[in-house]
């Protein structure tokens, strides 16, 4: 139908309808694209004429939400004053009154503003090749595969759902922060969960449970991960009734109020130097797991717990890697549980670390998600552009090779410094905004990893706050996205508390280069 109309609206060996009856035009151009584009696609078409022909040039940007399409469609009028006019017209009031969510929640209003005035500037320079911008807003294209007739996979799923308990995902959408609170310096945690829900972060993680956090997060809608600290291990995995009282004093209080999804057992307890730690950690987790089902939680929420890169023996290629011989001994029970429960395994990703000890061998470029020519597994016949993806399938190389393909790999840590000492290679804040950005990106296509494409990775980001009272080197200290005072430490995307001086946003230069497409387009239909 779009297509039809397309052909019948404009002749493709006569001149373009005329700008006195634009709107079955726009209907059929809009209809068109929204008949033929994927949903959640952002597009700006161009549509500019060049002589006796309809030359019609599409410029895809980052879709922001699964059902929103904007088009902006320049159609041909034959009054350049009049296009200017209407062009600055639409311009304001849309701005003010409601401009797109694609520039409002990224607070690009200034890129807004400038592809309007761009487009006016346009209408003078060129009179005779004037253009109407019209902005279509919110036009919700639905898949056309959910209604197919031919589809039955609906009918599995309600069956599958009648007949198997429903139990809570502990992880809404891929992405999820870290919320550290080493620190003297950071806002309070009800100016937190004010931040959090600008910023539309879903997913938080907290090392601990305390309960101003969990007080301040009652009603706030965002699912939590809250902590068993490793300085309870030893006393739960001897006694299954500390954990049950941990449970009664910690969660249930809470609940259901303070929505808690998910309870972590530890933090990279296996491979460190603790010799006597290892040994507590399944107890302690399974201590844990049937303490929330003596109180019927434990339909509601995940045990689990997250380890280092120090647990595997290597990890390049990603197919080689395996888990090490005196890590094994204690990591198999565990994993045993968590397939019996459904837990995932998570790991802590960190390109930076990688890169900061070898940087003369590894491309940093690679590590950043930046074009590069990637390394390629000769194992699994499989390319890898970036570190991320790659560390992930060294996690699930190595659990097939104990025996677990099954088991899904989420992320809970990854992140980049934005400063650090001498010897820490490429903690710059250029790096951090760029790795943090790309990352940010690249979970919400929601895929999966080249050796898992059909499971979707799903990562926290290390981590909201520059921590002023960790210890160690010191990038432990400028991983946050936020800075102490709640201004963002660079820009990719998110709002702070407070205006920031931070640089300029990397979406200005997307808007740059469109702009810089859209004039040498209308200078070439002006020539020819």
């Not at 809009?30 to 033929?36: D, G, K, T, V």
């Not at 929601?446 to 494409?453: D, M, N, Q, V, Y």
């Amino acid at each position: 139908w779009g297509v039809a109309g397309l052909k019948e609206s404009i002749p493709w060996d006569g001149p373009l309808p005329s700008s006195s009856a634009p709107s079955s035009s726009i209907l059929c151009y809009s209809s068109w694209f929204l008949a033929f584009l994927r949903a959640g696609d952002v597009v700006v078409v161009a549509v500019t004429a060049v002589r006796k022909e309809a030359m019609i040039l599409v410029y895809g940007m980052p879709p922001h939400k699964a059902s929103t399409i904007f088009v902006l469609l320049l159609h041909r009028v034959s009054s350049a004053a009049a296009a200017s006019a209407l062009a600055v017209l639409i311009g304001i009031a849309v701005s003010l009154v409601r401009p797109p969510p694609l520039l409002v929640k990224k607070k690009r209003m200034r890129d807004f503003r400038l592809l309007y005035f761009f487009c006016c500037l346009l209408c003078f320079c060129f009179p005779h090749h004037g253009m109407l911008l019209i902005l279509l807003h919110h036009a919700t294209v639905p898949d056309p595969s959910k209604f197919s007739p031919f589809r039955t996979d609906w009918l599995s799923a309600s069956l599958k759902a009648i007949a198997c308990p429903v139990k809570v995902q502990a992880f809404t959408g891929t992405f999820g922060i870290n919320y550290g609170r080493i620190a003297d310096n950071i806002p309070p945690p009800e100016s937190v969960v004010t931040l959090l829900k600008a910023a539309k972060i879903k997913n938080v993680r907290i090392y601990d449970a305390d309960h101003n956090v969990l007080n301040a997060f009652k009603g706030s809608g965002l699912d939590l991960v809250v902590a068993v600290s490793n300085d309870h291990l030893k006393n739960m995995s001897v006694n299954e009734d500390n954990a049950l009282s941990w449970v009664k004093e910690n969660v249930q209080p809470f609940l259901p109020d303070t929505r808690i999804r998910e309870i972590v057992v530890g933090n990279e307890v296996l491979g460190g130097s603790d010799q006597e730690l290892p040994e507590t950690l399944f107890g302690a987790i399974k201590s844990v797991y049937n303490a929330l089902k003596r109180l019927q939680l434990a339909d509601d929420i995940i045990v689990s717990t997250p380890h280092s890169q120090a647990v595997f023996v290597n990890s390049f290629p990603p197919s080689s890697c395996t888990f090490k011989e005196d890590v094994l001994v204690y990591m198999k029970p565990i994993l045993d549980f968590f397939s019996e429960i459904g837990s995932p395994f998570y790991v802590n990703v960190y390109p930076f670390l990688a890169y900061t000890y070898d940087p003369e061998h590894i491309d940093i470029n690679y590590a950043l998600f930046e074009p590069n020519l990637g390394i390629y597994d000769a194992k699994t016949n499989l390319h890898y552009d970036n570190m991320f993806d790659a560390q992930i399938d060294a996690a699930y190389a190595a659990l097939e090779a104990a025996g677990f393909d099954k088991m899904e790999v989420r992320v809970s840590e990854t992140g980049w410094a934005s400063s650090g000492d001498e010897n820490e290679a490429g903690a710059t804040v250029h790096n951090a905004r760029t790795y943090n950005y790309n990352l940010r990106k690249r979970l919400f296509k929601k895929k999966g990893t080249p050796l898992r494409p059909k499971i979707v990775v799903k990562a926290y980001l290390f981590a909201l706050f520059n921590e002023n009272q960790k210890t160690g080197a010191s990038s432990e200290n400028h991983y946050g996205l936020f800075k102490a005072d709640g201004s963002i430490a660079y820009d990719i995307g998110f709002t702070g508390l407070k205006p920031s001086c931070a640089s300029p946003p990397l979406l200005s230069l997307k808007v740059m280069e469109f702009l810089s497409f859209l004039l040498c387009l209308c200078f070439l239909s002006n020539f020819a």
